[in-house]
């Protein structure tokens, strides 16, 4: 069981390791948006996979679960918000 933990909190380091790079390298808002909001809900995932499996609690588990549901809800939404006022500002989206 703590190798199964161990290797979700890594996976899910990874995913945010990789959406903070998207977030460096991309070169619009729309990209930068894609790669954080992925990254951080697949990461965050995992990282909550793991931090239950080690907590050994249901009722832990239950509360890190509702957290990770609530940020899905919550990260989405703000990504809408923060790419409908870019697009109404004028910002166009990268077209290689």
């Not at 990282?47 to 609690?57: N, R, T, Y």
Request: with cysteine; glycine share 12%.
């Amino acid at each position: 069981m703590a190798w199964l933990a161990s290797g979700c909190l890594l996976l899910g380091g990874f995913f945010f390791l990789a959406g903070t790079l998207g977030l460096l390298r991309f070169p619009d808002v729309y990209s930068r948006l894609h790669a954080l909001t992925k990254a951080d809900n697949v990461g965050l995932g995992l990282v909550i996979a793991g931090l239950s499996l080690q907590s050994g609690s249901p009722a832990a588990a239950g509360k890190m679960t509702l957290v990770w549901l609530l940020v899905l809800v919550t990260s989405s939404s703000v990504a809408h918000l923060v790419a409908r006022d870019s697009l109404r500002r004028g910002e166009k989206p990268w077209s290689g």
